[in-house]
């Protein structure tokens, strides 16, 4: 199959994508040109919700299965945007829009890898492709509704903007809830157990706290409190104040051993995860996609930011073209050589273990 001319229509998708509103859980828009996209390739495919996934022509039971993931949903624009966040614009090389860089670029080149081998003679492994929603929003009806419908999943490739760089390691994520309490009283008179003040040494904690083990692909835990809130009025001490605490976990914790740690040890009156099943995720160094990565002189690193592996059990490689850095930013945009050099990276890492 022509890479050149896969290339060249895998553009023209996502030119269609970025002009189709497709906010997490609004994908319609967006799933139904992947749809044409398939059906003009003649390659059978279905759809759950928003999630349309396909399989190569040569699937074989008893195989290793490879997922081929992205998403096509996006976050809302921001208020920092000087362009049409919806008019897929090429201005020096680079396309613009809302979804160019994060994820588009790796849904449309991960489109084109996938549909050049859909009809790989006795594949050594069985592709499946999903191009998702939901991904910005973590919500119900995203990959992880399609892990009980498409075939078990061995191992994954996750369309992410990497500078297609081998993201060996991503960390998980808790949110937490968090109280300090005291005294509610007028602001007039004494009290020696003022929730504001209370929270004082709570803080400090929290800003000081280390998490003893550290890994070698992504470093520390990283703990955050990010919002803080307390107190109606001038003139009246609150009774509680809550904070919410971000945690960025490494591959040497379980969400579960986070939580269980903070609960025992944080000094606060209480404190509650929203959810456990946004875990890290890693695949091992040794395993022969990274060293084929390697091998194109691809380098490896650990991601600080969350994606889709978060729902997978299998080890998952995270890569693609565009740059994190230009995710959820004004303006954003990918370069049209990133998403060229994308699609035949991807071609040539699955032709050296296929």
């Given at each position: 199959?022509?890479?050149?001319?896969?290339?060249?229509?895998?553009?023209?998708l996502?030119?269609n994508?970025?002009?189709?509103?497709s906010?997490?859980?609004?994908?319609?828009?967006?799933?139904?040109?992947?749809?044409?996209?398939?059906?003009?390739?003649?390659?059978p495919?279905?759809?759950?919700?928003?999630?349309?996934w396909a399989?190569n022509?040569?699937f074989?039971?008893?195989?290793?299965?490879?997922?081929?993931?992205?998403?096509?949903?996006?976050?809302?624009?921001?208020?920092g945007?000087t362009r049409?966040?919806?008019?897929?614009?090429?201005?020096?090389?680079?396309?613009?829009?809302?979804?160019s860089?994060d994820?588009?670029?790796?849904?449309?080149?991960?489109?084109a890898?996938?549909t050049?081998?859909?009809?790989?003679e006795?594949?050594?492994?069985?592709?499946?492709?999903?191009a998702?929603?939901?991904?910005e929003?973590?919500?119900p009806?995203g990959?992880?509704?399609?892990?009980?419908?498409i075939?078990h999943?061995?191992?994954?490739?996750?369309?992410?903007?990497?500078?297609?760089n081998?993201?060996?390691?991503?960390?998980?994520l808790?949110?937490?809830?968090?109280q300090?309490?005291?005294?509610?009283?007028?602001?007039?008179?004494?009290?020696?157990?003022n929730?504001?003040?209370?929270?004082i040494?709570?803080l400090?904690?929290?800003k000081?706290?280390?998490f003893e083990?550290v890994?070698?692909?992504?470093?520390e835990?990283?703990?955050?409190?990010?919002?803080?809130?307390?107190g109606?009025?001038?003139?009246a001490?609150?009774?509680d104040?809550?904070?919410v605490v971000?945690?960025?976990?490494?591959?040497?914790?379980?969400?579960?051993?986070?939580?269980?740690?903070l609960?025992?040890?944080?000094?606060?009156?209480?404190?509650?995860?929203?959810?456990?099943?946004?875990?890290?995720?890693?695949?091992?160094?040794?395993?022969?996609?990274?060293?084929a990565?390697?091998?194109?002189g691809?380098s490896t690193?650990?991601?600080?930011?969350?994606?889709d592996?978060?729902v997978?059990?299998?080890?998952?490689l995270?890569?693609?073209?565009?740059?994190?850095?230009?995710?959820?930013?004004?303006?954003e945009?990918i370069?049209?050589?990133e998403?060229?050099e994308?699609?035949?990276?991807?071609i040539d890492?699955?032709?050296?273990?296929?």
């Amino acid at each position: 199959m022509n890479i050149e001319k896969l290339t060249q229509e895998a553009l023209e998708l996502l030119k269609n994508l970025i002009k189709t509103q497709s906010f997490s859980s609004e994908e319609e828009g967006t799933a139904s040109f992947i749809e044409n996209w398939f059906n003009t390739h003649d390659i059978p495919f279905q759809r759950q919700a928003n999630n349309i996934w396909a399989t190569n022509k040569n699937f074989k039971e008893g195989k290793t299965t490879l997922l081929l993931n992205s998403h096509h949903d996006t976050v809302q624009p921001n208020n920092g945007y000087t362009r049409d966040p919806y008019s897929p614009d090429i201005e020096d090389g680079k396309l613009y829009g809302l979804g160019s860089n994060d994820a588009g670029g790796c849904l449309v080149s991960l489109i084109a890898t996938f549909t050049y081998f859909y009809a790989y003679e006795n594949p050594k492994y069985n592709l499946v492709l999903v191009a998702s929603g939901e991904e910005e929003s973590s919500g119900p009806n995203g990959l992880n509704s399609m892990l009980k419908v498409i075939p078990h999943i061995d191992v994954a490739i996750v369309g992410e903007p990497t500078l297609m760089n081998l993201a060996i390691a991503e960390k998980g994520l808790v949110v937490f809830d968090a109280q300090v309490l005291g005294t509610p009283s007028h602001a007039a008179h004494p009290n020696d157990n003022n929730a504001i003040y209370n929270c004082i040494p709570v803080l400090q904690w929290f800003k000081d706290f280390k998490f003893e083990k550290v890994s070698e692909a992504l470093g520390e835990v990283k703990m955050t409190v990010t919002q803080i809130k307390g107190g109606k009025q001038h003139n009246a001490v609150p009774a509680d104040i809550d904070l919410v605490v971000d945690v960025r976990v490494n591959d040497q914790y379980s969400n579960k051993e986070i939580a269980d740690l903070l609960q025992a040890q944080a000094p606060c009156d209480s404190i509650k995860p929203r959810s456990l099943r946004l875990n890290s995720s890693s695949i091992p160094k040794e395993h022969e996609l990274v060293k084929a990565g390697i091998a194109l002189g691809r380098s490896t690193y650990g991601s600080p930011t969350l994606s889709d592996q978060a729902v997978l059990s299998c080890p998952s490689l995270k890569l693609g073209p565009g740059d994190s850095t230009r995710s959820h930013s004004a303006d954003e945009y990918i370069y049209v050589k990133e998403i060229e050099e994308g699609i035949q990276i991807y071609i040539d890492l699955l032709e050296s273990i296929l």
